[in-house]
């Protein structure tokens, strides 16, 4: 699993952001810190509500730049913001090479859902190191806003 002082495992994915561009973590450091904020699935209850929570504290993000990781397709997840009224880019992990990268996936096998992010959080600086990862086996915990934002900021 990837770690505190780890180098963040760099990827390119789809980005949701009103548009569907091509992102790479490693080409976006100069806007670290970098918050990656993977969840299990658009539009379910607790995932809903940490995005809006996101949304809502940005302005406690200062100069951190928050994405969220999910599995889901890139039109879904644009749909999915727009729904939510979210200001932040969506990484579309649907190949599952990030969730398996970062050592986060995880199963609903009484639902039927195989290969879904784990609800986990990784801020990266701007040397592509891990500064703070927090990590959930229970979908239904979602993380400590405040930290995460005071683990943003100490990143800078």
Do not use: H
Request: aromatic share 12%; proline share 4%.
């Amino acid at each position: 699993m990837v770690t505190v002082g780890d180098a963040a495992p760099d990827f390119t994915a789809p980005l949701a952001n009103g548009d569907v561009e091509e992102f790479t973590l490693s080409e976006t450091l100069d806007d670290a810190p970098i918050v990656l904020a993977f969840f299990p699935g658009a539009f379910t209850g607790v995932c809903t509500t940490e995005m809006a929570t996101f949304e809502e504290k940005l302005d406690e993000f200062e100069d951190a730049t928050v994405y969220g990781v999910s599995v889901d397709a890139p039109f879904s997840l644009n749909e999915f913001r727009d729904q939510q009224g979210l200001s932040f880019g969506i990484i579309s992990d649907s190949n599952k090479e990030i969730i398996d990268d970062y050592d986060v996936e995880m199963d609903f096998a009484d639902m039927g859902y195989y290969g879904v992010a784990k609800r986990a959080v990784f801020v990266v600086n701007s040397d592509g190191e891990v500064t703070y990862e927090w990590v959930s086996d229970d979908p239904g915990v979602e993380p400590d806003y405040d930290e995460v934002a005071d683990a943003a900021e100490a990143a800078e």
